[in-house]
């Protein structure tokens, strides 16, 4: 049953990728659906600060659904723009100083793999919240996010959400280039 759940959350996750990829709203629903799932997954595999994260996923899904159909239409409600270097760095920054702080919390708590999965929470929230503003730069927070999450689940024995997190940093490549072409017309 489990697996099952598992492939599912990883289906809803391809679909929600991809659809935010083209700025289709329908990104939103797909995200929402797969995050629910990834709550349970998370808390059975003892990864609390991901199933926090899962459930600011699914919480953030009904704020970028709504934002992006505020106006009935995904390209008109919210337009794609950039940050700054520094604004960039401030973000950063910000992200490298809870990730500590956090991994050493939940690891008190029993968390598993604590650093990792806290540098993937902290840094997931300010990418989720770029996503639903449309900055071009949440693709590149997601390469590195992706990638650090796959390792994450494989050290965690979940085969298929690791490679789903590798196809998610494919992905957010091509996001980032589709994002960068309607941006510059």
């Excluded at 505020?70 to 940050?83: L, R, W």
């Excluded at 298929?160 to 957010?172: E, G, N």
Aim: net charge positive; with cysteine; charged share 10%.
């Amino acid at each position: 049953m489990e697996t099952y759940i598992e492939y599912t959350a990883v289906a809803f996750g391809v679909v929600y990728v991809l659809l935010a990829s083209r700025s289709n709203v329908w990104c939103w629903l797909a995200g929402i659906i797969s995050s629910a799932l990834y709550i349970y997954i998370n808390l059975t595999h003892q990864l609390f600060q991901d199933a926090i994260l899962q459930t600011y996923y699914v919480l953030a899904g009904f704020y970028g659904w709504w934002l992006w159909s505020k106006k009935g239409n995904a390209e008109d409600a919210v337009t794609i723009n950039s940050f700054s270097l520094q604004q960039n760095l401030k973000l950063i920054f910000f992200g490298a100083l809870l990730v500590p702080i956090l991994g050493f919390v939940f690891s008190k708590l029993g968390n598993s793999v604590s650093y990792f999965d806290s540098a993937v929470t902290v840094f997931s929230f300010i990418a989720t919240y770029l996503t639903a503003k449309k900055v071009l730069e949440n693709w590149i927070y997601w390469i590195a996010i992706d990638l650090l999450a796959a390792v994450m689940y494989l050290i965690k024995d979940l085969r298929a959400t690791s490679c789903l997190y590798l196809f998610f940093s494919v992905l957010a490549i091509y996001g980032y280039f589709e994002w960068k072409k309607k941006s510059s017309t």
